[in-house]
């Protein structure tokens, strides 16, 4: 495969992430705290329809999969059944003059990036976050923030087959926070120490694992497509056998390029019956599983589709961004799939006068009621505009005095700018359509082009 250049370079993301309200960096006015980072208005937005749009086609849209939120805190026995106390841990050396640590499998030579010092041996070092529950920090007490949310999904087993009654095979998908100490974080959020997960734990019956296994690979890579992310921007990615985790019998990653290069979007795991037999093993409980058609008890196999929500929408930013001549300037537009846009209409009303105002404030309330809707009456339209396009709103609807008389509206598309004149009445209904992806010049009742392939019609 011909290596390919990240089309925006990772400064521009951080810059449009930090201006616009999408990431800011976590304890900004205390000089911050390296690998976490807070979500502002855009960006919570955003994060929530990626997940929803994850949670709709995984388990609202089947029939096979399930739902489940598990604690961030579980028994420690749990960590040690999974083997994450034993093998959940990084190779590290330590500069001998600075003190710093880093992974010596990232290190190019051998001394340290920081002060060019000697290093020491290579040593293991966990990547859990350690606490205590309870008000006294004895080792008895000692707990940890979960480095992941799939083994709340295997423990639980059991009781999701008992409440449901479904039979295998069976998804079990949950979204949550999890933990890891990394050493080395950057990337802006593509590594950081807080992170929100998206995993399925599929539950199959011994001997249709790689079926299901070769299902999913597939499944997952046209999930990113169906959203807007380049095709050439993505490639899969299979571990060697000798590379692979100890629990795993094959693993495909999802790859896409990122401003850094190709990198780990989503990761598909077949971890045969590993789990299952870990936690009944030290639980002494089973967790076999009854086929009434077959008669007989076993294990179940599980494929694990796993991604990141923040990797996800560091992907679906690069991915979306652009700089394009308008006239005499360049317009910086994020082409987000409307599912995922944090703002899916902005209302402008051409000016701040009260009559004007009254006239526009009933239709963006009426429109809130379905979508993520944004008023913005200040500076001239030309400069809201390319806020909203800078953001990646799909649509623009302007309210101006002719409104008043005619009972219309100019509706803009981000991605075109084609523009359509419609009656308010039809309003609703054409965005709807607009929405699920109809062109803008296709036009309702009543309606006219005003602009087209960026001229006057």
């Not at 690979?217 to 050439?232: A, M, T």
């Not at 936690?279 to 990141?308: C, Q």
Request: charged share 30%; aromatic share 10%.
């Amino acid at each position: 495969m011909t290596e390919q250049t990240p089309t925006v370079a990772m400064d521009k993301i951080v810059s449009l992430a930090r201006r616009r309200g999408f990431i800011f960096q976590s304890s900004e006015i205390y000089g911050g705290l390296s690998g976490c980072w807070d979500y502002g208005p855009l960006g919570v937005e955003l994060k929530r329809n990626v997940k929803q749009a994850w949670w709709q086609g995984t388990v609202q849209e089947r029939d096979d999969t399930v739902g489940l939120d598990t604690s961030i805190l579980m028994h420690p026995k749990v960590w040690e059944a999974s083997g994450h106390l034993q093998g959940f841990s990084d190779p590290l050396v330590e500069c001998k003059n600075c003190h710093m640590r880093w992974r010596s499998d990232e290190l190019k030579e051998p001394k340290c990036p920081s002060c060019a010092g000697e290093l020491t041996e290579e040593k293991m070092f966990n990547l859990m976050f350690k606490t205590f529950a309870g008000p006294v920090e004895s080792a008895e007490n000692i707990v940890y923030l979960r480095p992941e949310t799939a083994q709340g999904m295997f423990v639980n087993f059991q009781n999701v087959i008992n409440t449901t009654r479904r039979k295998l095979p069976l998804g079990i998908a949950q979204t949550g926070k999890s933990f890891r100490n990394e050493i080395t974080t950057g990337n802006f959020i593509f590594r950081s120490r807080e992170f929100e997960q998206m995993e399925i734990e599929y539950f199959v019956k011994p001997g249709t694992d790689e079926k299901w296994f070769e299902y999913w690979y597939q499944e997952r890579f046209n999930w990113y497509i169906k959203l807007g992310i380049k095709k050439e921007h993505l490639r899969l990615y299979e571990h060697p056998k000798e590379k692979l985790a100890h629990y795993a019998r094959r693993c495909i990653d999802v790859e896409y390029l990122f401003p850094h290069g190709w990198a780990e979007l989503e990761g598909i795991a077949n971890r045969g019956d590993y789990d299952l037999r870990q936690h009944a093993k030290a639980s002494g409980k089973s967790l076999d599983y009854y086929d009434d058609d077959t008669k007989e008890h076993y294990l179940p196999n599980i494929i694990e589709p796993s991604a990141g929500v923040d990797r996800s929408l560091l992907a679906f930013m690069c991915d979306a961004y652009a700089e394009e001549p308008d006239k005499d300037e360049i317009r910086v537009v994020m082409h987000l799939h409307p599912t995922l846009a944090p703002i899916k209409v902005a209302i402008l009303p051409l000016s701040k006068k009260e009559n004007l105002a009254a006239f526009t404030k009933p239709i963006f309330n009426d429109l809130r009621k379905q979508w993520a809707v944004q008023y913005d009456d200040t500076q001239s339209i030309g400069r809201r505009y390319r806020r909203q396009d800078e953001v990646g709103t799909p649509y623009c609807v302007t309210v101006d005095f002719q409104s008043l008389e005619d009972n219309r509206v100019t509706v803009r598309d981000r991605d075109s700018m084609n523009q359509i004149r419609i009656p308010i009445a039809e309003l609703k209904k054409t965005l709807e359509a607009k929405l699920a992806g109809e062109d803008i010049l296709v036009l309702p009742t009543g309606g006219e082009v005003v602009q087209a392939k960026g001229k006057e019609a």
